[in-house]
């Protein structure tokens, strides 16, 4: 079992940036990929970016690339999402997930997921 505890949402301008992180507790961390997902208010999950378990390899959406950065620290079992040049359109609950040894891109791939941060971004 894993649990997973995402922060660092809140209110901002466009242009402006916000770092998430995702605190995992449970079996260890460096045993899988992780990955942010979004959620837009009235619209389904998606995909945002992905690293893999020794942060070798990342992968991101087109609508963020260029953007967001994800990087992860396994001494401290963290994850984070560095959010630059944020758009109102990347208004959404954010949500770190896990499970997967190898990265992947599927919302039902991923067992554990966070509670999610709110991130809203004001034109």
């Known amino acids: 079992q894993v649990q997973l505890v995402e922060s660092g949402g809140g209110l901002v301008q466009a242009g402006g940036s916000l770092r998430l992180s995702c605190a995992a507790s449970g079996r260890t961390f460096s045993s899988y990929a992780m990955a942010w997902f979004r959620q837009p208010p009235g619209k389904e999950r998606e995909f945002v970016a992905g690293i893999t378990r020794y942060g070798a390899s990342t992968n991101y959406a087109d609508f963020v690339k260029g953007r967001f950065t994800i990087s992860r620290d396994n001494a401290k079992s963290t994850v984070y999402l560095q959010m630059n040049s944020l758009k109102p359109e990347d208004t959404a609950i954010y949500f770190c997930?896990?499970?997967?040894?190898?990265?992947?891109?599927?919302?039902?791939?991923?067992?554990?997921w966070g509670q999610g941060t709110q991130v809203t971004v004001s034109s």
């Open positions: 997930a896990t499970g997967m040894k190898n990265l992947r891109i599927g919302v039902s791939e991923y067992d554990y």
